[in-house]
């Protein structure tokens, strides 16, 4: 499968929507590492903010935490920096649950697909690469250790996978 860098770059900037976003990040494990999964589903929590998200070995989902991509969004950052962000760390979560467990493992991995198929100047490859406080310092601010039991499933996630009609 061949993959045409500036159009996978357009479609990320201009993604709308987790399950849009995350359809790119499958291509791009598939084209690159020829791994795929299906049945995935994506939860939004109120995790402690020095968790970005993860993925529980075993399941079927990826809990991202709702208050920093708040956060994120309150700070007015670009759609380009908000799709780069999640774009990355869905990345990051979709490489654990295809069996990745070891964490600079992925790390490594995520660094390495974001520098080759998005470039070292997209916002993507700057939080692959960076701290999230250097990336984002603002989200500091947020400092919460509490977690909430309110946690959301997000319905349009990994549609395409989908083989019934709701």
């Known amino acids: 499968m061949n993959m045409n860098i500036p159009d996978f770059v357009k479609k990320l900037d201009e993604a709308d ?18 791994l795929r999964r299906a049945g995935l589903m994506l939860i939004l929590g109120e995790i402690p903010s020095f968790i970005l998200a993860y993925h529980e070995v075993g399941s079927n989902s990826i809990v991202l935490n709702r208050r920093v991509l708040r956060a994120l969004q309150s700070l007015n950052r670009s759609k380009r920096e908000i799709n780069g962000y999640i774009f990355t760390v869905l990345l990051h979560e979709y490489l654990h649950t295809l069996g990745f467990l070891e964490e600079r493992t992925v790390r490594i991995i995520v660094k390495s ?9 997209h916002p993507a490859y700057y939080v ?39």
């Not at 929507?17 to 020829?34: H, I, N, P, Y």
């Not at 697909?113 to 100047?121: V, Y």
């Not at 601010?141 to 009609?165: A, G, H, M, P, Q």
Request: aromatic content about 10%.
């Open 17 to 34: 929507g987790f399950d849009e976003l995350f359809r790119l990040v499958k291509r791009v494990v598939e084209t690159k590492l020829g």
């Open 113 to 121: 697909l974001t520098r080759e198929i998005l470039g070292t100047n």
């Open 128 to 166: 692959a690469n960076e701290d999230i406080l250097k990336a984002f310092p603002e989200i500091a601010t947020i400092n919460s250790t509490e977690l909430d039991n309110n946690f959301e499933i997000v319905k349009e996630f990994d549609s395409d996978s989908v083989t019934y009609i709701n």
